[in-house]
Every structure is written in structure tokens, then in C-alpha cells.
């Protein structure tokens, strides 16, 4: 049987189980763009592992006719983690949530970015905590009123992208649930990247959070910024810009040679392989105030730490060959008794 | 000059953390094993690196026990003290014998010296040493004389003192120097200079023994009745990293150990980070989650894994531990027992986790739970664990404590080729492939790995049907699998083997006891069967299920005593399983039982002076 030779379709990523999803959720959008992209990838099914935490995305691996493991609260990157410094062949796929990745998981999530671990991290942000029924989330704008903060909440927000560059991420992007192309788009070349990935999907959530990312995605031309390497920021059809003022901050400008406007040799333009500083500034660009980035925010070449781990393994077989559990024992101080008495 | 032969000596040498006692009980202890004693030792040490020189808490020291019979312990009380300070004498006197021998480094006896350990007068000349055979030497003084003309620091000078220490007392049992010279070479082998200091002033030492008149007398342990056999020294920790290693080879797997550090379980990373050319994968994570959370992941993709920690690093990992029993995949969880709750007593031990072990973790979660026994015995117990790990697709938690985890001792090496292998086969026909269809004798479900083609499958924490593996949220169906769970789990019993009795299946006292307290209740017994008392002690290996042996003993003696350093977490679990009326000998102090100790407390029993059962628990205890 030699699989690898049959082209894979969406629907052999599907498995038998039914889909428990609310209606009308992001991930329903997700899930149908994943199972298409892999098919399109050649991956085969038995080298794809889905490993995810706990939350409505963390469902996913149930519907991916792959392997999958369904793990606990916030802890999925740490599993995979292991996963893949043992297993580095495998193609491995975590899924997590803003409450899941960002606040329980935060930790996990911080140190699989910074190793530059090979894995590739889906976090689907809705801004609110679904499976516990509505809870605030740490993406949540600040007076978010839910279920447990009736009058608002009073902490700030965390920002996903500018957490996955402080971190130290190789591959960072953003995406929403309604773009099948662009999120396709980012999969394919999150794949073939070496070491962590880290995409933040905008999703809606229709039942507790419903169109907290409208503004964003019914208003795509005025409200995203489609980053294409090495073309400068812009967007309303190509009429308002990105540029730097003096004071270093970024402003939105009318784009062109007339009057009060901004040419576009005047405007950012934009490298994935750019400085962090760069990558720090697309973070900041948010809704209400700017359009924001989508496609790749920022990608850079580094070891990998399971590659690194792997290597020294190797090393040390090459260098000292390959154990002796027989000298490993008679390692240390190690002394012979004789039938006569002690001998060393 | 006299030579005096004796059959074995107790000697602690303390001084503070910074004086290198560890190193120089360590490297008596070496010499004592080379020789053929029998050894064992305590290293007992504060959990601060270096406090504050002079103080009563940062009095750290090392016990050695060397004997020309069998012993199983470091010795209740010392026979000779070796003090490096003042702070180190107040701390350790009390455990002197009466009439043993006092070693004071007289250099250390300044005024502010004496005041930070609380003397109001110095204790070597106002008499108050008077029933101890004194021997005053200026180790300090003697020290720098030694270094003299050497371009090292009066800082560096100092820190050679330990090395006066070692050869003094190398010279006392009549030890080859010339054993000790090569050793210290190694050990400094990347600060020559040093090495070279040390060796000068581990001369002195010795000399000074030689030709100081201050004693009269060299003292003989014969050469102990060993086996024949290849034997090394090895404390617990090495022992363990060792089992895990050679455990993974009769698995025919890659060994995968994902730690966080944590006292006293950090040293077995450590060991095993230098076993890469085994195939060995260590990984330091970022918290104690991510520790057992990794070796899960690697566990899914067929490694054999393991996690170590200590009580507060076990209890972050009860949650990853309840997703290795749904999920049923195969993991050794090292629990090396400190003092609790909470932080504790980091660097002494304890056996309180035991409830954590056997009861700690949310839901129907039963789990096996092994203890080891002595240092070399953690060598065997982490083959034992990893065994049945893989056997039964459950994760294993393995008992360990400071106390055998820092403890060494000789230990004849393991004849490999003897061991059982016990090669993991993965499944790769998918064909009738069902997940959680389960081995008819140990219930084990199949260990299907990612890579295999036609054997896709999730699993997760949600509770599974008990074929498909596949959700499942029907009442009956969880009823099923949980019961399941736990007969697997009570299946492991069928495993242990015959229990580890010294004495007769009946008579007036069983002593029980579990992990490392096994040599001083073995030693107890020993005496108390020697003067005739009808005493028996069963030492339990499998804590959960609870050692089979036990129960076909356990109601034919006219009393039980469950010795633990604990408030008596075994004896309830007794209680509860074969409804005795036991009695438990408690200590939580830090401290291993003392053979005095068991031996009271055995005589108390006999003699009818049982202490009554506490109104609030029915418990009858004696605290040791």
C-alpha cells in the first residue's frame, strides 16, 4: 500500500464524528480551510498530528482525520513540544485558544515560541471564553462586559501578535475565520517554515461574542491591510497608507503626488524578513484606530530547538559511540571482590 | 602507636555549607568503600547554598557509617564528631556517643565565632567537653602552613581546610593516602592549582596524624563479608538514572525524561543529560506542567517517558498525570519525597506523599505506585515502574526520598544480561484496528503510534467508549471505563512478587514499613529477633495496589506497627483495607528513623505500653 502515491482530499481529512460546534461558528470556516490546505499540501495523514488544549477550538483534532491528541487547559504546546523533540518527522499542528494559549497556557506558549520548537500554532481569538459560557478573556477590550463582569472589565488586553514577536517567533501571522484564501495562503508557507509558527486567527464566536471582529472583516478594504513582501502599507483600494512621522509613530495617510498627499515611496513598506521593531510596529496597528495587518507579519531563519536537541544526541553517539550499558555500570568508583577478600 | 580493631565506626564531619563537608564525607566514604566496609551515609545539608558563615542554620554535614559486618543504616549517633566551627559542635553534640571522640578545628574558635553559634564561654577549655575524648587541632592555622609560598589567595588557602580534615582522619583508620591523591586530581581536574593545594594540605593532614602526639591510637575496620561481584558506590539518584537508562534499553525504546529542577530530584536531569550517546533525550522545561505535559507528548509518539520532581513540583503535575490515566499511555513519574507541605523541608526527608501518590489526583484515577527501598535498589524500581508502565499502559509513580536519593552505599553491580527484557511492540495493522480493545490478562489497551498509516485516531481527556475510544458521554459507558480503569490498575498486584519478610508469617509484632526507612527497620528487627522478641518486619514495595503479600500476614500477629515518616498515612490506608487495629511509629522531623528508635518503640508494644487510640481519629500513634 503506498499511500503517499494517492492524491488526499478535504474529505479524507474528515472523520465520522459529528461536528459539535455552535451554529455559525468561526471554526466550522477554520476547520473546512485546514482540511483543504492539507490536502493541497500532499501531507499524508499518518505523519499530521493535531494537538490543542482545552476550549471550543480545542475540538479541533476530533474532526481531523489525522492523529490528534485533546489534552489539557493551556498545556498543548508543551505536549506537542514533546512530541516533536522525539518524533521530529512528524508534521505537528497546535490548536489553542486566546483563554487556552494566552492566559492558562500563557507560559507554554511564551517558551515553545522562544525555543523556536517546529511546531505550528493555530490561536483562534474571539476574545471571550466560549465553553465556560462567556467569561472575559485576556484578549478582551478593556469594560468588556460577560458573564463575569457585569459592569465591564478592568484589565487591559493582551496583543497576541506583539506577545509572539516578544517571544521571539520566527513565523507570526494573522488571518480571519472568512478568508479561505488568505488563511491558505499563510498555511501553505507556515508549513514549509522551520520552527515555530504562531497564527492568530480573528474568529467569531456568535454566541457569546458575536461580531466583536465585523468592523475588522464587513469592512476588509477600509479595516485590513494586506501585506505583501517588499510593497508598502496600504489599503482602501490602494488610496490611504502607512507612513512613519517624525515622532516615530504611524499615521494614516492619502496616498499619491497631489497636494497634503503621501507618495508611495513615502510610505512603510513592507518585509516579512524585517527588523522585530517593524514586526513590534504592524502589532500596534489595531482596530478602531487603524486597519489591521493580515498575512505574514514577520518570518526569520533560526535553529530549531529539536533540531539543536537531535544534533547533540548525535554528537555525543559520534564522539563517545554508541552506549554501553555494560561500562556505563562500571562507571565511577567501582571496586572487584574476590573469593579471598577486596581487590580494586 | 596503637592499632585498635572495631567492628565499625559511626563519624560525622560538619562544619558550615561553604566548607566543603559534603566533598569530605563523600571522599571518606569512597575510601571507606574501597577498603570493604560496608558503608552508608546521610548527607544532611541546609537549603541555603551558602548561609552566612558561622550560623547555627547553616551547619552543614555529612554522616558516615563503615562497618566489617552488613549494615543497613548511617548509624543512630555518631562515634566520632569532626567540627570545623563552633556553630557545627552546638548543632551536633547532642548526638554524640558519650565518651566518643571530638575532632575540633580550635582555629574556628574565635570570640565571633563563639557568639554567632551562642557559646558564652569557649566550650574547648571551660570544661563542659570533659566525657568526650577531645582532640583539639588548629586545622585553620595548620592550613595556610601547608600553602605556604603558593600563589593562592588567603580566600582560596582557606578553602583547602576540609582536605586537613580528610587526612587526618585517613591517617585515624588507617587509610591509603595514596588512594586519594588520584581522586582529588579528577575532581579538580579543571583548576589544577587547586587540586594541587588540596593534595598538599590532604598530606598535611595525614602527616600531622602521623607525628602529632595528639593521637595515641589508629583505629582498624576489617574488610566486611561481601559477596563476590564487581561493586560500586552509588547513591540513589545515580541509581535511578542508571535503572531509567538501562530500563529503556529492555524496552527496546528511546529513553525521554523532560524535568524542571527541583530539590532532591534535580540530580537525575542531571545524570541523564550525560547519557545522550544512550539515545537519551532530557529536556529542562519551562515549569513542572510543561515537564510531565512534554514527556506525555513523547510518551503519544512511543518514547518510553519519564518526569521526576519532588511533593510541590508533583502536585503541578496531577493534572497531566489524570490525562495519562484516560488516555491510557505509559509514564514513570519520579516522586523523590521531601519535607512538606508546601516548601517544607526542601532538603531533608520525608515519606508524606504517599497519599498524594495513591490518592492525589481528581476523579476515579487509580495508578500504580512503587517505592524503592535503598539507594541501589532505585536502580531496580525505575526498571520495575518503566515495566509496568509500558505493560499496562498506565502511568507509574515511583517513591523515592532524600534520605536514599543522597544516601550511598555499595552496590553490587546489576548482572545485565539477567534482566527481563520487555520489548514494546506498536501496532501497525489496521485491520478490526479498535483503540481501547484491551489485552484479556492486563487490560492494557494498545500503543498504536503517529506515523503509522490506517491507524489514525484522537484521543484526549474526554471520557472515551471502551472499544472505539471514541467520545463518549453515556452513563454506563463511564461506569465501565472506570471500573476498568481500576481493575487494570489492581491487575499490577499479579506482578509483585513474594513480600519481603525477615521473621515468622505469625507472632507478636508485625512491623510494617515502605521505601527508605527499609534498613533501619531491617536492622531493628535484626536485634530485636536476636534478643528473642517474636518480631517480624515486612517491607511493602507495591504501594498501590497495596503489596498482595500483606494481607495474608498482616492478621496473625498480635499487633501491628506501621513505622513512616509521616503522620501515619500508610497505617490509615491499612486500617481502612484490612480493618487492624495498627499502631503507628511516627517521625516527622526531616530525619530517618533511628534503629533505637523502631527497637523502643517494638519493646513499648510488647510490653503492653500501647498508647490509646486519639479521640478525633481512632488512630493509636507513638512518635518516635
Known amino acids: 500500500m503506498s499511500e503517499k502515491l494517492v492524491k488526499l482530499s478535504k474529505k479524507d481529512f474528515e472523520t465520522d464524528q459529528d461536528v459539535r460546534w455552535c451554529p455559525g461558528c468561526g471554526d466550522y470556516a477554520i476547520l473546512a480551510v485546514v482540511q483543504r490546505s492539507l490536502a493541497n ?97 485576556p484578549t478582551s477590550a478593556l469594560g468588556t462586559r460577560a458573564a463575569s463582569t457585569p459592569t465591564g472589565s478592568v484589565d487591559h488586553p493582551i496583543n497576541p501578535i506583539s506577545l509572539a514577536l516578544g517571544a521571539g517567533a520566527t513565523f507570526v501571522a494573522r488571518t480571519t475565520d472568512t478568508d479561505a484564501k488568505g488563511f491558505a495562503a499563510i498555511l501553505e508557507k507556515a508549513h514549509k517554515h522551520k520552527g515555530a509558527v504562531f497564527i492568530e486567527i480573528l474568529q467569531n464566536c456568535p454566541v457569546f461574542n458575536d461580531g466583536v471582529w ?35 509613530e504611524p499615521e494614516i495617510v492619502d496616498v499619491g503626488d497631489g497636494p497634503g498627499q503621501t507618495p508611495l515611496s513615502g510610505l512603510v513598506v513592507h518585509r516579512e524578513h524585517g527588523s522585530p521593531v517593524y514586526g513590534h510596529l504592524l502589532a500596534q496597528l489595531v482596530q478602531p484606530d487603524f486597519p489591521m495587518p493580515m498575512g505574514i507579519i514577520h518570518r526569520e531563519e533560526k535553529t530549531t530547538y529539536n533540531e539543536l536537541a537531535i544534533a547533540q544526541i548525535e554528537e555525543a553517539r559520534a564522539k563517545q559511540g554508541p552506549g554501553n550499558l555494560q561500562k556505563l555500570m562500571l562507571a565511577g568508583m567501582v571496586w572487584e571482590v574476590g573469593t579471598e577478600g577486596v581487590k580494586h | 602507636m596503637a592499632t585498635k580493631e572495631l567492628e565499625h565506626v559511626v563519624i560525622r564531619f560538619v562544619g558550615d555549607s561553604g566548607d566543603g563537608m559534603q566533598l569530605t564525607g563523600s571522599e ?52 566520632v564528631l569532626v567540627a570545623m566551627n563552633p556553630a557545627g559542635l552546638k548543632t551536633n553534640l547532642k548526638d554524640l556517643v558519650d565518651n566518643g571522640t571530638l575532632i575540633i578545628n580550635s582555629g574556628a574558635f574565635s570570640e565571633a565565632n563563639l557568639k554567632k553559634a551562642g557559646y558564652a564561654s569557649n566550650p574547648i577549655d571551660d570544661g563542659s567537653l570533659a566525657k568526650y575524648k577531645v582532640h583539639t587541632v588548629d586545622i585553620s592555622q595548620l592550613t595556610m602552613t601547608a600553602l605556604e609560598g603558593t600563589e593562592l589567595s588567603v580566600k582560596e588557602k582557606t578553602r583547602s581546610k576540609n582536605f586537613f580534615a580528610l587526612g587526618l582522619v585517613f591517617w585515624m583508620y588507617g587509610r591509603d593516602p595514596e588512594t586519594e591523591i588520584p581522586r582529588i586530581t579528577a575532581q579538580f581536574a579543571k583548576k589544577p592549582q587547586f587540586g594541587d593545594a588540596n593534595i598538599k594540605v590532604f598530606k598535611a593532614g595525614y602527616h600531622f596524624g602521623e607525628t602529632a602526639e595528639v593521637f595515641q591510637t589508629q583505629y582498624k575496620v576489617p574488610p566486611a563479608n561481601f559477596a563476590p561481584g564487581m561493586y560500586r558506590n552509588i547513591t540513589g539518584n545515580e541509581a535511578l538514572a542508571l535503572g531509567l537508562v538501562v530500563g529503556a534499553e529492555l524496552a527496546g525504546k528511546p529513553l525521554y525524561f523532560a524535568g524542571y529542577p527541583i530539590t532532591p530530584a534535580s540530580s537525575i536531569l542531571h545524570a541523564l543529560a550525560k547519557y545522550k550517546n544512550f539515545g537519551a533525550m ?72 504517599l497519599y498524594q501518590a495513591v490518592y492525589g489526583r481528581n476523579g476515579e484515577s487509580p495508578m500504580p505506585v512503587i517505592a524503592a527501598k535503598s539507594p541501589g535498589d532505585c536502580f531496580y524500581a525505575a526498571i520495575e515502574a518503566m515495566r509496568i508502565a509500558v505493560t499496562y499502559m498506565v502511568p507509574v509513580m515511583l517513591l523515592s526520598d532524600g534520605y536514599i536519593a543522597n544516601g550511598s ?54 471520557e472515551k467508549d471502551a472499544l472505539t475510544g471514541n467520545i463518549s458521554y453515556d452513563p454506563a459507558n463511564h461506569e465501565k471505563q472506570t471500573h476498568l480503569r481500576a481493575e487494570k490498575v489492581a491487575r499490577v498486584a499479579n506482578e509483585a512478587g513474594a513480600l519481603d ?32 522478641r517474636k518480631v517480624t518486619h515486612a517491607h511493602m514495595r507495591w504501594m498501590w495496589p497495596l503489596e498482595p503479600g500483606i494481607a495474608k500476614i498482616i492478621k496473625n500477629f498480635k499487633h501491628v506497627l506501621v513505622a513512616e515518616l509521616n503522620g501515619g498515612q500508610l497505617r490509615t490506608m491499612l486500617r481502612a483495607t484490612y480493618l487492624v487495629d495498627a499502631i503507628g511509629l511516627n517521625k516527622v522531623q526531616g530525619l530517618p528513623f533511628k534503629v533505637l528508635e523502631v527497637t523502643t518503640a517494638v519493646e513499648n508494644v510488647l510490653g503492653g505500653n500501647v498508647p490509646r487510640a486519639d479521640g478525633a481519629t481512632a488512630a493509636r500513634t507513638i512518635n518516635a
Not at chain 1, 478594504?221 to 490602494?238: E, K, S, W
Not at chain 2, 498525570?321 to 514513570?332: A, D, S
Open chain 1, 41 to 137: 499540501l500532499g501531507v499524508t495523514r499518518e505523519k499530521t498530528v493535531f494537538i490543542s488544549g482545552i476550549g471550543c477550538s480545542s475540538r479541533f483534532p476530533y474532526y481531523m482525520n489525522t492523529y490528534g491528541f485533546h489534552t489539557i487547559h493551556g498545556r498543548a504546546p508543551a505536549i506537542a513540544s514533546g512530541l516533536k523533540m522525539t518524533r521530529p518527522e512528524l508534521d505537528v499542528w497546535v490548536i489553542t485558544g486566546d483563554g487556552d494559549g494566552l492566559s492558562i497556557g500563557g507560559n507554554h506558549m511564551l517558551h515553545a515560541l522562544r525555543r523556536n520548537m517546529d511546531l505550528k500554532i493555530m490561536l483562534f481569538n474571539n476574545q471571550i471564553y466560549g465553553l465556560t459560557k462567556g467569561q472575559y478573556s
Open chain 1, 214 to 248: 465585523d468592523k475588522v472583516k464587513d469592512n476588509a478594504a477600509n479595516m485590513q491591510i494586506i501585506l505583501v513582501d517588499g510593497q508598502p502599507l496600504t489599503f482602501a483600494g490602494g488610496s490611504k497608507g502607512i507612513r512613519m512621522n517624525a515622532n516615530m
Open chain 2, 28 to 79: 571518606f566514604a569512597k575510601s571507606a568503600a574501597e577498603a570493604g566496609n560496608d558503608i552508608s551515609t546521610f548527607p544532611d545539608f541546609p537549603a541555603e547554598i551558602r548561609a552566612p558563615a558561622g550560623s547555627l542554620f547553616g551547619v552543614s554535614g555529612f554522616q558516615l557509617h563503615f562497618s566489617s559486618s552488613e549494615i543497613h543504616t548511617p548509624g543512630d549517633a555518631p562515634d
Open chain 2, 282 to 353: 532530557t529536556f529542562q522545561a519551562e515549569d513542572e506542567i510543561a515537564a510531565i505535559g512534554a514527556a506525555l507528548g513523547a510518551a503519544y509518539g512511543g518514547a518510553v517517558a519519564v518526569t521526576a520532581s519532588s511533593g510541590p513540583g508533583i502536585a503541578l503535575k496531577t493534572e497531566a498525570m489524570g490525562l495519562g490515566i484516560m488516555t491510557e499511555l505509559p509514564m514513570v513519574i519520579v516522586n523523590v519525597q521531601r519535607g512538606g507541605p508546601s516548601t517544607g523541608l526542601p532538603t531533608k526527608t520525608e515519606q508524606s506523599d
Open chain 2, 409 to 462: 552505599e555499595p552496590w553490587a553491580l546489576p548482572n545485565l544480561e539477567a534482566l527481563k527484557r520487555f520489548d514494546v511492540k506498536h501496532r501497525t495493522d489496521p485491520t478490526d484496528f479498535k483503540l481501547y480493545r484491551r489485552d484479556p490478562v492486563t487490560l492494557a489497551r494498545e500503543w498504536p503510534i503517529p506515523g503509522t498509516p490506517g491507524l489514525e485516531h484522537r484521543i484526549g481527556g474526554i
Open chain 2, 501 to 532: 519478610t525477615l521473621g515468622e508469617d505469625s507472632g507478636d509484632v508485625l512491623l510494617i514499613g515502605w521505601g527508605g526507612t527499609f534498613g533501619s527497620l531491617r536492622q531493628a528487627t535484626m536485634s530485636l529477633r536476636a534478643a528473642g
